[in-house]
């Protein structure tokens, strides 16, 4: 199983990204799935899941209201939508898989991506 994530840059305060992450080797379809971030020198961080029964959502209190999570199962793809930026949610970004809950270590999921890096100026 592989995850990519993809879709981070450079951008400033207020901006807007969109991170895609494609999966192989397992179907998404049946599998919850999950957004972390590493920013430097800090621990790995849950930001927001989608499960696969209901497509319930789940997010950190930091993402309420300015990140939404969301699936595509027929590309076998997840994606983050980020609004309002903050020069502090610069981190590197990367998907998780696992089947079920609970969803807030890092160590509990099956895989992990590399994920790929958001930096937020000022």
């Known amino acids: 199983v592989q995850l990519q994530a993809s879709g981070g840059g450079l951008v400033q305060a207020g901006d807007s990204l969109k991170l895609s992450c494609v999966v192989s080797?397992?179907?998404?379809?049946?599998?919850?799935m999950a957004w972390f971030r590493q920013a430097p020198g800090k621990e790995q961080e849950f930001v927001a899941a989608?499960?696969?029964?209901?497509?319930?959502?789940y997010y950190a209190d930091f993402a309420k209201g300015r990140f939404t999570i969301s699936r595509d199962n027929a590309k076998n793809q997840v994606y983050l939508q980020m609004d309002s930026l903050k020069p502090e949610d610069t981190a590197n970004y990367f998907c998780?898989?696992?089947?079920?809950?609970?969803?807030?270590?890092?160590?509990?999921?099956?895989?992990w991506g590399r994920g790929t890096q958001v930096t937020v100026s000022s």
């Open positions: 989608v499960t696969w029964t209901t497509s319930s959502q």
């Open positions: 080797g397992r179907p998404i379809s049946s599998y919850l």
């Open positions: 998780a898989t696992k089947r079920d809950r609970p969803l807030y270590n890092l160590s509990a999921y099956d895989y």
